[in-house]
């Protein structure tokens, strides 16, 4: 079911060690399990996607429990179409990948971030997870049952092309009130997210499920891993970053949409 990222024929893993397309195309697996398809000349960094610092933060963030709603939430709506392919198309560090893992199923998780695939892959070998861009999926024309992506960037051309005829597509968004504390800690006008139109092109909108809860965060380190995980972190100048410093126990509203579309 993969292509190969240089000619796009397919690619088989031949061992524990390599994949190779008939052309003689071959990609080392690497020792954690995950194998690396992004071309050098089609990188715009030396490490692309999350850096080492948001990936360890939302791995231990996610660890203890506390999006765990959003996950169950995602597992079940999954299980209602029985899909036997998915694609995670984002799937960072794995922490919902390999929860939704089953013997019946084939699995791919993708991402951009080789740091996040070192945590992902060696959780679950039975998943081939693979270092990608999702504007250049490595997966062949009409292979996938069922995609979800969460937080990622849309690439709804490579999408559609991956997915099965009347295959499942999962957004995940956030919703209007995600961490709007955490905004009005360190914004003079906090704003609330932005829903836009739920339809797309060359899909079929289906439904959509919302989750809205408050978490209770108790301590400073949990706060300060919640906020590492946000582009926000980036965007913050320092006398703002005090103010988060300075929490040590916070309650905090979680707000997410997962929307669900199909082929047409």
Known sequence: MLRCPVCHEPIFKQNDKI?????????????KGYVNFLLSHKMNSKLPGDNKLMVDARSEFLGKGYYDIFREKLIN???????????????????YTNEIHKDSRKIFGIDISKTALQKAAPKNRNITYVA?????????????????????PYAGEEFHRVLKQDGIMILGIPG???????????????????????ELPNF??????KID?????????????LFKMTPYYYRTRQEDLEKIHSLTQFNITISFQLLVYQKD
Do not use: R
């Open 77 to 95: 709506l999954i299980d209602e179409f029985h899909p036997k392919t998915i694609l995670d198309a984002g799937c960072g560090e794995g922490y």
């Open 132 to 152: 990608a861009s999702l504007f250049d999926i490595p997966i062949l024309n009409n292979s996938i049952d069922l995609l979800f992506s969460l937080f990622a």
């Open 19 to 31: 994949y190779c397309c008939k052309n003689n195309h071959s990609f080392d697996i690497a020792k």
């Open 213 to 225: 809860t408050i978490i209770s965060l108790q301590s400073q380190n949990d706060i300060l891993n």
């Open 204 to 209: 079929k909108f289906l439904k959509a499920e």
């Open 176 to 198: 209007e009130n995600h961490l709007i504390e955490l905004k009005k800690v360190i914004y003079e006008n906090p704003y609330k997210n932005q829903i836009k139109d739920y």
